[in-house]
């Protein structure tokens, strides 16, 4: 089906991907995920030589966490935020915290996103007086994957990376995780881990080739 509006999107998206590192300039991805909190009834059972460690299949219940990713593909760093909720307050104030502590001096911040409700210049003015939420705001182009296009948010690999590599098992609370979590980004950051981002408009233009209007002479 074509969709004039998913490919302009994700054109647009790849563009931004293709051009090389600015410093003051820079690229950065967005997401954000929930995780279940769940803990244990019973103490599991370590590891030993010749028999696997063991943990009960009941559990408990407690409640959700959410997981705000935020990295720069071409620097390999990443930056890892838990939140009780995921309100526009809460993304308010992480859209503050990417400005004011991980990007200060930057003439710029370019920040892919899907364009999810609470993601949009409003939930500032909702959260900070007229004033901040402007001076935030400047700080900032906004840059949207299209609507089902959050495989074209690089900020998706890093939350796979997280899930796969921490998160795969039980965490009962949130400064369990966040323990754990800061652990994981150190690790990550330290090694430079960057994203081999390959999909082109070139290549799009070939295999998505039935999402592009078809012009008439």
């Given at each position: 089906?074509?969709?004039?509006?998913?490919?302009?999107?994700?054109?647009?998206?790849?563009?931004?991907?293709?051009?090389?590192?600015?410093?003051?300039?820079?690229?950065?991805?967005?997401?954000?995920?929930?995780?279940?909190?769940?803990?244990?009834?019973?103490?599991?059972?370590?590891?030993?030589?010749?028999?696997?460690?063991?943990?009960?299949?009941?559990?408990?219940?407690?409640?959700?966490?959410?997981i705000f990713m935020v990295n720069e593909p071409l620097r390999g760093k990443r930056y890892v935020k838990i939140t009780q909720r995921k309100t526009k307050v809460d993304w308010a104030h992480l859209i503050k915290?990417?400005?004011?502590?991980?990007?200060?001096?930057?003439?710029?911040?370019?920040?892919?996103?899907?364009?999810?409700?609470?993601?949009?210049?409003?939930?500032?003015?909702?959260t900070f007086l007229p004033e901040e939420a402007k001076r935030i705001w400047d700080r900032f182009e906004f840059i949207y994957t299209p609507k089902h296009g959050s495989w074209l948010n690089m900020a998706e690999?890093?939350?796979?990376?997280?899930?796969?590599?921490?998160?795969?098992?039980?965490?009962?609370?949130?400064?369990?995780?966040?323990?754990?979590?800061?652990?994981?980004?150190?690790?990550?950051?330290?090694?430079?881990?960057?994203?081999?981002?390959?999909?082109?408009?070139?290549?799009?233009?070939?295999?998505?080739?039935?999402?592009?209007?078809?012009?008439?002479?």
């Amino acid at each position: 089906m074509h969709n004039g509006d998913f490919v302009s999107c994700m054109e647009r998206v790849s563009d931004v991907y293709k051009e090389a590192y600015d410093p003051l300039r820079p690229v950065v991805c967005m997401d954000e995920s929930p995780k279940q909190l769940i803990k244990e009834t019973r103490l599991p059972l370590k590891g030993k030589p010749g028999c696997d460690a063991k943990a009960d299949y009941e559990y408990e219940r407690c409640g959700v966490a959410n997981i705000f990713m935020v990295n720069e593909p071409l620097r390999g760093k990443r930056y890892v935020k838990i939140t009780q909720r995921k309100t526009k307050v809460d993304w308010a104030h992480l859209i503050k915290e990417i400005a004011d502590v991980h990007y200060p001096h930057v003439e710029k911040i370019r920040l892919v996103m899907d364009n999810l409700n609470t993601h949009k210049p409003a939930s500032l003015y909702e959260t900070f007086l007229p004033e901040e939420a402007k001076r935030i705001w400047d700080r900032f182009e906004f840059i949207y994957t299209p609507k089902h296009g959050s495989w074209l948010n690089m900020a998706e690999i890093e939350l796979h990376a997280l899930n796969r590599q921490c998160l795969n098992r039980r965490s009962g609370d949130m400064e369990t995780m966040e323990r754990e979590v800061v652990a994981w980004q150190r690790s990550r950051n330290n090694k430079g881990a960057k994203v081999d981002w390959r999909f082109t408009n070139d290549k799009a233009r070939i295999k998505l080739k039935k999402l592009y209007p078809t012009i008439l002479d």
